[in-house]
């Protein structure tokens, strides 16, 4: 269980505290004679408008096994930090994702770890993982680079669609891997669907982003589906149930006498 709490913890300027009850952002009838491709590419490549984020989420796994439901709190400082801690009636893990790597320490085995992206690559099956990615991923914007030319563009079920005309190298130099890719956007150009599979190793990543809710005039999701299919299958869920803005400490500090958890 080490291993897919790890998964989860990381799946992964304001002065005083602002909560907000959000309405889930409803869908419109795509108008084909109003097509604007430009628009959806445009929104790809648009950041989110946040400085300090504060989730409150619960987490379901299964791998081969059913867990009980963890509680999570994901806390973003954008481009700069990613804290999670993690607890089931007790707390559990706690981690923090930098861009020079992260740092993590689970309670059950007393183990940490201290390192690049390379574990989470390995986890997640992609070799093209760092800190801007994960970051992406969480908050429903897409983590890897698109080019128009190497997409299809069509629309489906009221929904647009990207889908590789030929596998698709993502990765440095030398790491590069090549994958046939589909992205699905809703009628409001939010994020609903990122296929990468890679037909060589036969291992497939699938995300799948729920509702959509404005939060202070930032455009989160409500839920995310993670689907990891290698050697056996992995199927994450993350609810994010409460949006805070708000500066908070990050305590982090891996406890003495825990054992460092050696990168296979």
Known sequence: ????????????????????K????????????NLDEEKLFKNIAAPLNFT???IKASADIESGNSYPAINLTLYFEKNEQIWANAS?????ARASIKPSGFKMYERINKTYIDSDFDYVKNLLKINF?????????????????????????????NNYILTSSKPIKIGKDG?????????????????KEVILEDKNSQSLLKLNYGDYVNFENTILPKNIKIFIKDKKETKISLDYNKFESIKM????????????RKIN
């Open 175 to 191: 790491e590069a891997r090549s994958f046939a890719i589909q992205i699905t956007y809703d009628s409001n150009f939010n994020l």
């Open 88 to 92: 089931l009636l007790l707390p559990l």
């Open 249 to 260: 400490d990050t305590p982090f500090e891996i406890p003495k006498g825990y054992v460092q």
């Open 1 to 20: 269980m080490k291993k897919l709490v790890f998964i989860l913890v990381i799946t992964f300027a304001l002065v005083s505290c602002h909560t907000q």
């Open 129 to 157: 993982i760092d800190y801007q990615n994960i970051e992406n991923l969480l908050l429903g914007k897409l983590f890897f680079p698109v080019n128009k030319g190497d997409y299809d563009f069509s629309i489906n079920n």
């Open 22 to 33: 959000n309405a889930v952002i409803k869908g419109k009838d795509i108008k084909f004679e």
């Open 52 to 54: 300090n984020l504060k």
